[in-house]
């Protein structure tokens, strides 16, 4: 990521002439020069993209621009922020948290923070994964982009080759103002807070593990525990239990690379909230996806040109609850065939044909998509 | 290249880390590790270098002595990480070739898994002749690209410049 050094930005964007009381604004700008090398960085990336639907318009959108700022006020503390824009108008703060370093193995951190799920939630730039969208999985099951506030613990072990992460955080709300939030076809979704006036009554709890003390490949594993949160704390039937659990890896060897994911949320109390709501949750959701890809261009080449192919199988009704007939239509079979051209580090042009089918019937819809990502 | 006898460093005040660019923390734990490598009990270190040469400031490269002997040489580098930038330490014998990568002070989460000693095992016993490209010789950390390319080519870049030190007639390897 290139480093910019902006001391004027910087002073008026974070106000430190009112925060020092030692030093007047020239004295505190005279030593932020002096120290000034690295202390902030500018960054981001997006995505632009086109779908191409059978029988349907398409689409061209500009799905996401985020702008990423990190000041580093010592060695220690670090303020790291995102902030994003959906379809060029929607703004979203994606997160904006503060890391203490404890030791070279612990970190505290708390803000708005990416719940640990998964690949795609929290590695998501779009040169660093293939295919214009991101995997319908980590759409429906793992409700990508998926951030709440919390606090936590962080860091790793060089020794174990081993990473790890534990926070309390909010969780997704299942009923706000009379209304019943969560549904059967994408499941959490339609719950996430995004820590905006986010309602909270349940404390929820988040880890993640990682490995890659073998060449070439590492492991995740994630577990995200709580009860959802609602504004009627008198109601039962207003809040659903869940647990979801992850796994997940990613492998690169020479020109070849692959990666996987699986997903499983369990549910409780979905009976009493589908009655009350009349909605149709499901009981247990999941799936997994998996993907190969192989770089056409040789190593030596400054670019890369990986084709690829992924198949994903999810079902938001894996289960149902209280006799509630299971939705076929909920159980999606996809494939997607493309290719990712890295015409430079950070730059991506994209393309994909995706092949999606439900367990509801033998129809198939097709949908063409080309795209370009960047990241700096 | 000369080295500065013993008599001269021992009297000089550059025989710690410490006193020059690097932050306490970077330093000691240099110093740490140089002399647990070397099994001694404090190394002493004195600049190989009297001027900065193509590549390698002088106030990075250090010959490591031990009772007026010179075991080796470390070479403390920095380079970037996603938002940060991160300090690593190399220890060579005294022909160059790498006994030890490490990374010394890493400031943020996202790539800190370079730390990792098993992927830092891929540089030991190299010399100055040895190059390393990512995905070639250098495996790759998912999650953890910016931060591998970013010390792949720091490594690559200390051995081109110590090969040509090396073939310019220097260091004295003595």
Known sequence: MKQLTVICVLLSFFGFSQSMNFQNSAMRQLSNLENSENRITLGGYGEINFNGYDGAPNEIDVQRLVLLFAYKFDDRTQFVTEVEYEHVQEVYVEQAFVNYNITDN????????????????????????????RPSLDDTIIPTTWREIGFGIAGRSNELSFRYQLYAMNGFVSFNDDNYILIGSDGLRKGRQKGAESVNSDINISA?????????????????????????????????????????????????????????????????????????????????????AYNLLPLTNRQRLDIFVRYEDFDTHKKTAGGMTANPAYHRKETTVGFSYHLAPGVVFKGDYQNKKTAASDDVIGQLNFGVGFFF | ????????????????????????????????????????????????????????????????????????????????????TFEYLVIFDTNFTVKKAKVLVYREDYGSEIGSKRWLKQFLDKTPDDRFAYRQNIAAISGATISVKSMTNAMNNLMISLASWQNNGEPNKS
Not at chain 1, 113 to 131: A, D, K, Q
Not at chain 1, 246 to 270: E, N, P
């Open chain 1, 208 to 292: 993640k593990i990682e490995y890659y003390g073998l060449p070439n490949i590492r492991f995740g594993l994630a577990a995200y525990s709580g009860k959802t949160q609602t504004t009627d704390l008198d109601n039962a039937a207003t809040q659903v239990g869940l647990t979801m659990l992850g796994a997940d890896y990613r492998y690169t060897k020479g020109r070849f690379s692959s990666r996987g994911q699986w997903a499983q949320t369990r549910l409780k109390d979905v009976a009493a909230y589908n009655a009350a709501g009349n909605k149709d949750l499901g009981s247990t959701m999941g799936g997994y996806y998996i993907e190969g």
């Open chain 1, 106 to 133: 612990l970190n505290a951190r708390a803000g708005l923070m990416l719940v640990p799920m998964g690949i795609i939630n929290e590695y998501h730039e779009g040169p660093t994964f293939n295919g214009v969208e």
């Open chain 2, 1 to 84: 290249m000369k080295i500065f006898s013993p008599s001269f460093f021992l009297l000089s005040i550059k025989v710690s880390l410490v006193s020059l660019v690097f932050s306490l923390q970077v330093s000691k734990k240099a110093e740490r590790e140089i002399s647990k490598v070397f099994e001694i009990e404090q190394a002493v270190l004195v600049q190989t270098l009297e001027q900065d040469m193509p590549g390698i400031d002088q106030d990075r490269l250090y010959t490591v002595f031990d009772q007026g002997q010179a075991l080796g040489y470390a070479y403390v580098g920095e380079a970037s990480s996603q938002t940060d």
